[in-house]
């Protein structure tokens, strides 16, 4: 089936560094979403991107949708002890389903 | 705007047993409610999308007489896990998307989950 395979699984992180995590579907998304879970909490949406090479930014973090429509990746820069947790993507095939990454699970050393 | 709560948060039963777990939105009507099963530090997986008034539609692998749903109304869906047994023991989440003003098209609201223990 179709599925969205996320990069690294897991990210140590000194605090003020930036770090990256990397979203690949082998078939054309129709959108990207992306996800932040906090240890022991649920879901929360932080983005959607639906155009090729679309890039948004909020704050620190800046989302990016290949070319392709078949990667996306999430960069965050001065990486602050409030930005740990797990982060998703979700990618939409045609439809309202969404097929969730494995989750990138950051922590972050003082 | 835009929550979405799910009752109990956290359940212990018996293997054999039956569990409702129910998702509502607050304070918008959900077209379309979905259901996920996460297992400690693993994704969310999918196992069914409900609209109101119709029949849940679920993902290959998932058994639909074991996990009944149930769409009644705009606001509520529901899951029962039927005569469950220790591997059906893991977080469900429910999410659910809607007409919510400011929301992006097909952002999902998730619930805070329930975690299910069968002994």
């Known amino acids: 089936g179709q599925q969205v395979m996320q990069i690294p699984q897991y990210q140590h992180v000194q605090e003020g560094e930036d770090f990256t995590t990397y979203c690949n579907s082998s078939?054309?998304?129709?959108?990207i979403q992306w996800y932040k879970q906090r240890p022991g909490g649920h879901p929360v949406f932080l983005i959607q991107?639906?155009?090729?090479?679309e890039v948004k930014k909020q704050k620190r973090l800046t989302f990016q949708f290949g070319e392709a429509k078949k990667n996306s990746s999430l960069h965050i820069t001065a990486t602050q002890t409030t930005d740990v947790g797990t982060y998703f993507c979700?990618?939409?095939?045609?439809?309202?389903?969404?097929?969730f990454g494995a989750g990138t699970t950051v922590t972050v050393r003082a | 705007g835009a929550v979405v709560s799910q009752h109990p948060s956290w359940v212990i039963c018996k293997s054999g047993t039956s569990v409702k777990i129910e998702c509502r939105s607050l304070?918008?009507?959900?077209?379309?409610m979905f259901w996920y099963r996460q297992f400690p530090k693993q994704s969310l997986m999918l196992m069914a999308t409900?609209?109101?008034?119709?029949?849940?539609?679920?993902e290959q692998g998932v058994e639909k007489d074991k996990f009944l749903i149930n769409h009644a109304s705009l606001t509520l869906s529901t899951l029962t896990v039927t005569s469950a047994h220790p591997e059906d023991s893991s977080f469900y989440i429910c999410?659910?998307?809607?007409?919510?003003?400011?929301?992006?098209?097909?952002?999902?609201?998730f619930g805070p989950g329930t975690r299910l223990t069968v002994l």
């Open positions: 999410s659910a998307s809607g007409h919510v003003g400011g929301a992006t098209y097909n952002e999902q609201f």
């Open positions: 078939t054309t998304l129709s959108n």
């Open positions: 991107l639906v155009k090729s090479g």
């Open positions: 979700a990618g939409s095939y045609n439809d309202y389903k969404l097929s």
């Open positions: 304070d918008f009507q959900a077209t379309t």
């Open positions: 409900s609209n109101e008034g119709s029949k849940a539609t679920y």
